[in-house]
């Protein structure tokens, strides 16, 4: 995971040099959940606050950190983050994969604000600041 400045949103593949971007070119069919995912920043706060535990942003493995926007209201919701169109799939739920990667036990203080897995139905380009909009 890396941060950058902006990033290309492919309607049906997801974010351009994303891990998961061209295994959906290959996929029969492409899986929508896997297409971009959200994460609250004052969840990974509260981690921080309610259990002491430190996540840094690239390690919850999340694609875009919001900020003011309950992330979990938006599950089969369309909305805008910048130029492109989501629809929120479900929510996004901490696993043991992510505590393997990361060492931490994370289940406890993420569970049901882990982030939301999203599908983009309308490309554009994604910007450090853009907002998240009603469509």
């Known amino acids: 995971m890396r941060a950058v ?16 971007y061209d295994v959906a070119a290959t996929s029969d069919p492409p899986r ?5 995912t959200l994460v609250e920043a004052e969840a990974l706060e509260g981690l921080r606050r309610d259990y002491g535990i430190d996540l840094p942003l690239g390690d919850s493995r999340r694609n ?25 799939v479900k929510l996004c739920e901490p696993c043991e994969h992510l505590e393997r990667l990361t060492g931490l036990t994370l289940r406890p203080g993420l569970k049901h604000r882990g982030g939301l897995r999203c599908e983009i139905l309308a490309g554009g380009t994604l910007r450090v600041g853009d907002l998240v909009s009603p469509a």
Not at 73 to 82: I, P, Q, S, Y
């Open 64 to 88: 875009i950190t919001t900020r003011g926007v309950a992330l979990n209201h938006l599950v089969d919701r369309e909305f805008m983050v910048g130029g492109a169109r989501l629809r929120g």
């Open 32 to 36: 929508p959940d896997r297409q971009v």
């Open 5 to 20: 400045e902006s990033v290309e949103a492919v309607a049906g593949r997801g974010l351009d040099g994303d891990r998961y």
